[in-house]
């Protein structure tokens, strides 16, 4: 047989051209020769040889060497047969494992030659199942499971595990048990992630218990947080449970970084990021601290089920309402009870079917929040932290997002028609900042629509007008828009030109007064209250107070001297026809009982500057005076309105010259 073998080879020899690549008839003579060698390490390169140079027809001697050569070259040898998918490869290899015993305790032949430490009657049996797998053939899944059980041969037998699970229908549940066993208590890390991943591939929800197991138990954090993560891709429907209990329960500061972006990201409630906010206090590892902060300041909540209706997610801002308050994140029972009212309000609007008027209530909600989160120092015990603006800015968002779209029909808190000054050191801390036309001079300053003074800071969304100066020192962190710019400031906002003017095609509507011809004169010190009405002149002497019970105001002109203060009980129209004047230290605004806000007071001023009307002339037709207190909006677009230096004020400025004095400080609270 062995001479009949050689003999076919030899005259192979003859030829020049092989089925693989082309060799001298000599090369392919010492490859045979190396295969014969009694020198394993030959015999084993010479296998590498014949794959590389496709020598099928050595293949018949490979099968025969096979069986005369040491144990411990075998997997070579059968990989050389699976190359070439030798037709007698599963005859060979289900004679190896009828003779493992025989075979797997042969005695080394080689003195230089050591047996691997798999090689006994059970690694043959493995080794052999191993190369069956390979070609499809599953006959012998059962001679897995004592191999996996043997130390030596486990690390073979192991993979093999995952093609029974897969391939064997008798022995698919043995397979998945053995699985979970090597999942749960294997020594190994490696090889317990193995076995999961394993488990996981094949049956995956299948294992849901085990996967939770994994994600609390392993002793591995490697393994616990792909347990994790695995759960998360599944939906696992106790996932906010789990979540939130690794949170407080994992030690690894990393896992715990990947628990709290989850819950965020996949829950993101009030309580979830209450919890991670709380978690990240207590930590104390710089980067996952960097991770963590990263997470909670790109926070957005999630955005409703499609399946919700308008109805239920307007009930849910209600509840977040709620919520926030509870946590500290919204303060001031005025504003609670405004912002509640005000979805209250939406909720009827469209119940009604007005839905158009139910998106404008949830801008102007957005507004309210978006200017009470800038309004950090206005002092009105009023206030939205960062929390509950991403909260209740982006609910109401989602909600706008399925109602028509609307916009805040006049977003300005300080707008002219023709000139406008914001001087030294004033700021300006939220809403926009606009002239409506090119005018002609005289302006109120450096012979342009807008100027921005020294020092002067200014925050809002937008700067628009016509020509800008902008001096020594001012701050912007706006977007400017304009035709002609001197900016000798900063400017961090993007810039915008050309300007298309007028802003404003139309201008809020103005309410003109119908005065009475009753005067009315608060003492020094003393106070009156007045129901809507008309009135003629309107006085408040030092230290006065006058309060208006909420309605419809008409007065002919409106004085007080220092310290006067004007109280609202309700939503109010103040109408004059001639000039609004006060002096030093005067409060304008609802009384401290209330829950009234600034965009439910209006002034509207009617007068001119002096007689003349001119821009020099005076008084001026309305005047703020000397650090006043002001929750209100002022309408007056005939004439200069004046807000003295050092003033506080909140609500929206309107007028034909606008100028805000030194050290002034404008908030955004429009009733327009």
């Known amino acids: 047989m062995k001479a009949t073998i050689v003999f076919v080879i030899v005259l192979a020899l003859s030829t020049t051209r092989l089925l693989g690549q082309e060799i001298p008839p000599e090369e392919k003579t010492r490859i045979i020769a190396a295969l014969d060698s009694s020198d394993q390490n030959q015999d084993l390169r010479a296998l ?3 794959m590389r140079y496709n020598l099928v027809e050595i293949v018949p001697l490979v099968e025969e060497k096979i069986w005369h050569r040491d144990n411990g070259g075998w997997d070579k040898y059968l990989k050389t047969l699976l190359h070439f998918q030798s037709a007698n490869l599963p005859a060979i290899l289900h004679r190896m494992i009828d003779s493992s015993e025989v075979y797997g305790s042969r005695p080394i032949i080689s003195g230089s030659v050591r047996l691997p430490p798999w090689w006994n009657p059970v690694g043959v049996q493995a080794l052999a199942t191993e190369y069956l797998f390979k070609i499809g053939n599953y006959s012998t899944a059962r001679l897995v499971f004592p191999a996996v059980r043997d130390s030596s041969v486990a690390w073979r037998a192991f993979p093999l595990l995952k093609e029974v699970a897969q391939h064997s229908i008798e022995y698919r549940d043995s397979a998945k048990s053995t699985l979970i066993q090597i999942a749960r208590n294997s020594t190994s890390p490696a090889k317990r992630g193995r076995a999961q991943s394993y488990l996981l591939q094949i049956f995956g929800s299948d294992v849901l218990s085990e996967i939770v197991f994994w994600a609390k138990s392993d002793n591995d954090a490697g393994n616990r947080l792909t347990a994790l993560k695995t759960l998360c891709s599944l939906n696992y429907p106790d996932l906010h449970s789990l979540l939130t209990e690794r949170l407080i329960e994992e030690p690894i500061p990393a896992y715990k970084a990947f628990v709290a972006e989850s819950l965020l990201i996949r829950f993101g409630s009030t309580a979830d990021y209450r919890m991670v906010e709380t978690y990240f206090a207590s930590e104390t590892n710089p980067g996952v601290r960097a991770i963590i902060i990263g997470a909670l300041n790109s926070f957005i909540p999630p955005a409703p089920s499609p399946s919700f209706t308008l109805s239920q997610m307007l009930d849910s801002l209600s509840a977040l309402l709620g919520e926030v308050k509870s946590y500290g994140w919204l303060s001031g029972e005025g504003l609670y009870s405004e912002l509640l009212e005000a979805v209250q309000s939406a909720h009827s609007r469209l119940f009604s079917g007005d839905s158009v008027d139910c998106a404008r209530i949830m801008v102007s909600f957005q507004s309210t929040i978006d200017n009470e989160l800038r309004d950090s120092l206005d002092n009105d ?14 609910h109401a968002q989602y909600i706008l997002d399925r109602l028509p779209a609307v916009s805040l029909v006049f977003p300005y808190t300080v707008f002219a028609t023709h000139s406008l000054w914001l001087e030294q050191n004033s700021t300006v801390y ?61 400017i961090t906002g993007t810039l915008h030109t050309p300007l298309t003017l007028p802003l404003v095609s139309a201008l809020p509507e103005f309410m003109s007064a119908t005065p009475g011809t009753t005067n009315i004169t608060v003492p020094e010190g003393g106070t009156q209250t007045l129901t809507p009405g008309s009135y003629g002149n309107i006085l408040v002497r030092k230290d006065g107070t006058l309060v208006l019970t909420g309605g419809e105001y008409h007065f002919n002109s409106f004085d007080t001297g220092d310290n006067a203060r004007i109280l609202f009980q309700g939503v109010s129209e103040v109408r004059i026809a001639q000039r609004f004047d006060t002096d030093q230290g005067a409060y304008i605004g609802p009384e401290d009982t209330t829950s009234l806000t600034a965009d439910k007071i209006v002034f509207y001023v009617s007068g001119i500057n002096g007689s003349s009307g001119t821009l020099s002339a005076l008084p001026k037709a309305a005047q703020i005076g000397i650090a006043n207190t002001v929750k209100a909006n002022f309408y007056v677009p005939n004439g200069t309105l004046w807000i003295r230096q050092n003033s506080r004020v909140t609500g929206a400025f309107l007028g034909k010259d606008v100028d805000v004095g030194i050290g002034v400080k404008v908030w955004h609270k429009s009733a327009f």
């Open 48 to 50: 590498d040889e014949i």
């Open 381 to 394: 015990n009023r206030g939205v932290s960062i929390e509950s603006w991403k909260f209740l800015y982006h």
């Open 430 to 490: 939220s809403g926009d900042i606009g002239v409506n036309e090119a005018g002609a001079p005289p302006f109120l300053n450096s012979d342009v629509e807008l100027t921005i003074g020294i020092g002067t800071t200014v925050s809002s969304k937008s700067v628009k007008a016509n020509r800008i100066k902008v001096k020594d020192g001012a701050m912007i962190s706006a977007d400017v828009y304009y035709n002609e710019l001197e900016n000798n400031g900063t």
